[in-house]
């Protein structure tokens, strides 16, 4: 399917903070539109700062709206076009990231886009922090399809409603943690230390482009990694 440039300048955004490309979804399902993290814990719900900005920002929903409307339109197809929109861009495309807001992989259809976006661009880095982990499925088809691509970081998302088990869990099968909602934690459950990102600790506006550690840790040192991202 066709997607034109327009609505790739629509779906992805430079984010600054960040210093990359990035994509956005719904979140949750509201009266307006269908969101896309339905793979949330409860705290999500209770701390989801992005519940408060849709609220203070009307146009915010309209736009992800617009944005999952133009996700949906993205297949094997279309890649040619993403591709070519991609790559003509002044600022840095080495890596690009999935989602600032809502779920990359909310279903199965979410895993094979994203795998042939990564096999079209293999030059750019494809980082996707997620909690489909949390589905059974999804996990393993994230684990076949998506973990052994060169160019795809995937951080499985955490927060303090995850239980011991489930971190022990999904460190043995070989997953970055991203950890968010507790700044005190210096350890994981079974005791390695986390790596604080420079991002939101130290405030580097941009190191994400270039960081070698933390959340792109298995695709440039070849090592796993648990993030701790500091609260807002």
């Not at 210093?19 to 009266?31: E, L, Q």
């Not at 929903?61 to 999952?68: F, L, N, V």
């Not at 339109?73 to 993403?82: I, Q, Y």
Request: aromatic share 10%; charged share 30%; net charge positive.
């Amino acid at each position: 399917m066709t997607v034109s440039n327009a609505e790739l300048n629509d779906l992805f955004r430079f984010c600054d903070d960040i210093g990359m490309f990035a994509s956005d979804r719904p979140i949750n399902d509201t009266d307006n539109h269908k969101g896309t993290c339905v793979h949330r814990t409860d705290y999500c719900d209770t701390t989801c700062y992005n519940v408060k900005l849709y609220r203070m920002y009307k146009n915010m929903a309209k736009r992800d709206d617009r944005c999952e409307t133009i996700w949906q339109k993205l297949d094997v197809h279309s890649m040619t076009n993403v591709k070519a929109w991609l790559y003509k861009k002044r600022k840095q495309t080495k890596r690009v990231r999935h989602m600032t807001r809502g779920e990359a992989i909310k279903d199965i259809q979410d895993v094979y886009r994203i795998k042939s976006m990564c096999e079209a661009m293999p030059d750019t880095l494809w980082w996707i922090p997620t909690r489909a982990w949390r589905n059974v499925l999804l996990r393993s088809l994230i684990e076949i399809e998506l973990m052994t691509l060169p160019n795809c970081a995937i951080n499985a998302s955490f927060d303090p409603s995850n239980t011991d088990a489930e971190w022990h869990d999904m460190m043995d099968a070989g997953w970055n943690i991203m950890f968010y909602g507790d700044d005190s934690r210096t350890v994981a459950p079974n005791g390695e230390r986390m790596f604080k990102c420079p991002k939101t600790w130290k405030k580097m506006s941009g190191h994400c482009a270039d960081c070698k550690a933390g959340c792109f840790s298995q695709k440039t040192i070849n090592r796993t990694t648990v993030v701790h991202l500091s609260e807002h």
